[in-house]
Structure formats: structure tokens, C-alpha cells
């Protein structure tokens, strides 16, 4: 990959693997946005940023530096996505889906917005799951201001933490509002290291994320996934418990698709999802 500097962005050539819209669209976050002109604009790690294809080439707002800072790590450039993707491409099902899917790529997220976020989105669609977070972070996020608009950073544990229920009841989060704040308060007095945990055998991180009120199987995979970039975890949902049923059946062990069963998932859940009815 060849990294070129220009005003206001930097272009990334041959960076393999990245579709914008398939890695902001395939549900493992919620603060990214498709413009009209198919760029997309989000929030992530305390930065605003745009991001856009162009031919073959990748652009992403900032300089050189905030590159190397914060969005190499955070698109997750240094694993080789198409080597994964050989991988993982072990029966007729799975090189369909994993060619289809060629793009996705799972970030690095933040750690306590991963979490919270996944809370929120138990039991919830995404375009209300996007509504909430945002009201979310417009009360309680710092004000950011990118290319002449305000955006809102994800609020900070602590802060959520020193909140009450009553507090939550403008983002219209319901049964949720309790959870979100049991899990701030858990990450806010270190009882909870989402850093520490990260670096923990994936089984002891799930049990810990399950020891949360409101956080269960799901929940527990999709951050063990998406905020503590555990690749073998195989989050289940509607769309991925058909997918295994129809292809593989009762008995199906991830397993086989290790270490990289997560980034299998991803791939399974687009194909099956985007392909439903065909």
C-alpha cells in the first residue's frame, strides 16, 4: 500500500480489501454516514473523518500523520484481508460468500463504545439503533467541529457513569437506559478493564462481558468482535443462525474457521443477508 499526502486528505493506493460501504454497512458500527456522493462521514476514536473510493484508491480526511495516529490501526491495515479471505474460502458456500464480501474489513473500535453500543442495539433495528446513539452523543459527547459542521464525539464511561436514568430518557433507549448505565459505572470504577480484557483468553473476556446486567450471548460476542478485535468470535444472530442452518446444520463448530471465525461470520452475514430471496 503507497500512501500519498494531499490537501485537506490522504489517498491510499492499493490498499486491498476496503470497500467503504460494505465496512460501514455491514453492521459492526453505527456512527458512519453515506453522503449523497456515497462518502461517508463518522465520528470515531475522538476524530471526524471522511471517507470515499475513487477509482482504485482510498481517501480519508486529515494529514499523513493522522493517518499513522489513528486510522491505519483503526481499519485494521495491517492484516491482509485477501490472504484471510483464501482462507476461509473452505467449501462452495463459503468462497461465494467471502468473494462477495471482498471489502469488509473489521475495525478497531473503541472499546467502551463498542459495549455500549451493542447494548443499545439488543432487541433494536439499525436506523433506530443510529437515532439513539447519536441523541446520545449530542447531550453528552464533546462538540467536534469537521468541513463546516458540528459533529459530537462518543461520551466517555465516566461521563455516562454520573448520569441516572432520568438523564437517558431524551435518547429514548427504554429498558435499555438501566444496562448502559450499569456497564458505565463498571468501566468508570475499573471493575470492569476493557484494556486488560482485550488482552484476556477470548472465554474469560465473555464471561466478564456476561456478568453485566443486559449483556448476553449476543452482545457478548459482537464486543468481544467489534471492540476487543477478538477475530474468532462468532457472534449468532437471525441472519447467521439461518445462514448455518442452511449450509452446515445442527453441530456446526466455528472452530473451522479459526483464528479468523469472526471475520468468516462477517463475511457470511452480508452474503446471506444481501442475497435473501434470490
Known sequence: MRLIEHTGEVELIGAGD??????FECGQCFRWNAGEDGAYTGVALG???RVRREGGSIFISGTAADFEDVWRGYFDLELDYE????QLSVDTF???ACAYGAGIRIMRQDKWEALCSFIISQCNNIPRIKKIIESLCSLYGDRVVFEGGDYCTFPAAERIAALSEGDLAPIRCGYRAEYILGAANAVASGALDLEALSRAAQGEARSALKALRGVGDKVADCVLLYGLHMLDSFPLDVWMKRAVAA???SGFDP???APYAGIAQQYMFHYTRSTAGQ
Open 255 to 257: 472452530a473451522v474457521f
Open 83 to 86: 490472504s484471510v479471505r483464501n
Open 18 to 23: 476496503f470497500d467503504p460501504s460494505l465496512i
Open 47 to 49: 476524530r471526524a473523518a
Open 94 to 96: 463459503m468462497k461465494k
Open 247 to 249: 449450509n452446515y446444520g
